[in-house]
């Protein structure tokens, strides 16, 4: 995260490592705790810190730094920098997103790779994000700009396996995991 003056700042992101092994939840640690707009989409929903939203977290710090502007602003009319990012993007004018305050002193294509992926980055689900090698070569222009759609997507929750034989016997007592087949199969 970046304080006031845009100096780094530990935060959000690293929390999934940071805990105990057996212990991935937010909400063993009181809730969901964290700085919205830097909170990924899933995490409402599991309480699960991973490293996918570790990486959320990374996408909302490279377009805070390159807008200038926090995740959770409100601008344009969007609550979020990463919705007003997305739309500038769809219209084709990603770069407006950049910090005005940088007068046009800035390379354009850097710019624009950044800002692209930080909306991967910031990917409403979670399997679309980049992997931290990835982030990584992108960066350092071993590998092209992520593509970016030009509509956000709509935040698809994960399918969870059940986590133990008793969830599983649960969910097929309960015609779950029965119904789910027979739709898929086509019976």
Known sequence: MLDSAFN???????????LESNKTSYVELEGVTGTMGYIAPECFHTGKATRESDIYGFGATIL???????????????????????????????????DPRLGGNFNEADAEQLLRLGLMCSHPTPNKRPKTDV?????????????VPPFKPAFVMPAAEPSTESDSSR?????????????????
């Open 8 to 18: 780094a700042r530990l935060g959000d992101f690293g929390l999934a490592r940071a």
């Open 171 to 187: 969910l097929h007592s309960a015609g779950f995991v029965s119904s789910y087949t027979a739709s898929t199969s086509g019976g």
């Open 64 to 98: 805070e730094t390159v807008c200038g502007r926090r995740p959770k602003c409100d601008i344009a009319g969007f609550q979020f920098l990463v919705d007003w990012v997305w739309k500038l993007h769809r219209e084709g004018h990603i770069i407006d997103a950049v």
């Open 135 to 147: 982030i990584l070569q992108i960066l350092s222009r071993s590998v092209p700009p992520p593509d």
